[in-house]
């Protein structure tokens, strides 16, 4: 039995320890607030503030994990180095953890070191660097902090008085204490997809089926498996999910987003963990979830090969108003009813609006169009309250 600290406790988090228990191992979940999702079903729990450096190595001295798993970016991740040096594993590497959780690093080393296709790109601090940012990048551009998690903060900018606008969204949806963004030229792409990519200990580096994703606000909304699209787009995107997760080193399952268009295949982002639009695979639609492919990769157990043995899709549920208290799900009766569903609630504490609370399975042997409006359809009769 190994012992993981678990840096992050959201739905992500839940599902990962749920697989790790599943292969005998010992969770410590870690998050700012109690009763976290995944500290529902971790052997034990621990609340601190992870971009707090000083109470998180105390943390890490007190429990001496085996491995250390981030699950958020708010983390003081500039640590891990020292960690790494003390003899601790950290998932999947102090370098990858470090890197990717701030959009600057992974992307200047995709686009500057590595020369992997992106779209153009600045920085900004301030309003005027993201003016001089716009003007490089164009109309229309997306804004981004440099750290946020699901989509938070990001916003297209279409004409010059939509600047200050996007500059003060883009701030109030940072993560931890970087206040700083990216200004992205507009890639007229035909769709998007994740390409779960697993890098091994002892192993090739292996690929799930493309997932599609609609995003709404810079957050996925639904997600599909398989994404249907061309063998050199496919290829493309592997070889440089392969160069990126390379350079980045460790074991485990990556979230590589592509921006993908007809004759060209872009890299947007990186994240070195189970992806929010890989819940879709919850649907039985590989032979191991995401969940249980990162579990295995960390563990160095193991994964003969990631086979599809069916089309599937997921639709979010979202809490439309803010409550401290339990929140209370109704409509399952109806949401359950469908034949080939399943729907998976986090065990979230408390609401605020757009929060997501649950997701919504559907899969079998119909179209992934008609599973996604199944899906979607499916998740409307569910509110919480």
């Avoid at 872009?266 to 890989?278: A, N, Q, V």
């Amino acid at each position: 039995m190994k012992k993981l600290l678990l840096l992050g406790s959201g739905e992500l988090g839940k599902e990962f320890v749920i697989a790790c228990q599943r292969l005998g191992q010992y969770v410590v979940a870690v998050d700012s607030y109690d009763h976290a999702p995944a500290m529902q079903v971790a052997h034990e729990k621990e609340i601190i503030n992870m971009l707090d450096g000083y109470a998180l190595d105390a943390l890490v001295e007190k429990h001496q994990p085996d491995f250390i798993v981030p699950e958020i970016e708010a983390i003081r991740t500039e640590r891990f180095y020292d960690y790494e040096q003390q003899g601790y594993n950290v998932v999947p590497s102090a370098k990858a953890a470090n890197y990717t959780m701030n959009r600057k690093s992974i992307r200047d080393l995709a686009a500057k070191d590595l020369n992997v296709r992106t779209a153009p790109y600045s920085y900004a601090k301030n309003l005027e660097e993201l003016s001089k940012g716009v003007e490089h990048c164009g109309y229309p551009c997306v804004v981004k902090p440099l750290m946020s998690s699901s989509g938070k903060g990001q916003s297209v900018i279409k004409s010059r008085s939509d600047i200050t606008k996007a500059w003060n969204y883009a701030i109030e949806g940072s993560r931890g204490d970087l206040l700083e963004v990216i200004v992205e030229g507009f890639i007229d792409f035909d769709y998007e997809i994740t390409l779960l990519t697993v890098t091994q200990k002892n192993g090739p580096t292996l690929f799930c089926p493309p997932i599609g994703h609609r995003q709404e606000g810079g957050d996925y909304q639904e997600s599909w498996q398989p994404m249907e699209m061309g063998s050199d787009r496919l290829k493309e995107a592997k070889e440089m999910a392969k160069i990126v997760t390379d350079a980045l080193g460790g074991a485990g399952i990556w979230g590589v987003e592509f921006f993908i268009t007809k004759n060209a295949t872009y890299f947007s982002e990186l994240s070195p963990r189970p992806h929010d639009t890989g819940m879709v695979t919850l649907a039985g639609t590989q032979n191991f979830n995401e969940f249980e492919l990162h579990a295995r990769a960390v563990l160095g157990l193991p994964i003969p090969e990631i086979k599809l043995l069916k089309n599937g899709a997921s639709a979010v549920v979202l809490a439309n108003d803010s409550s401290t208290s339990q929140p209370v799900f109704s409509g399952l009766e109806k949401a359950m009813s469908s034949k080939e569903s399943d729907i998976r609630i986090f065990g979230k504490p408390s609401t605020r609006p757009n929060r997501r609370m649950a997701v919504i399975l559907k899969y079998g042997s119909e179209s992934v169009e008609k599973l996604v409006s199944i899906a979607v359809a499916l998740a409307k009769e569910v509110k919480v309250n």
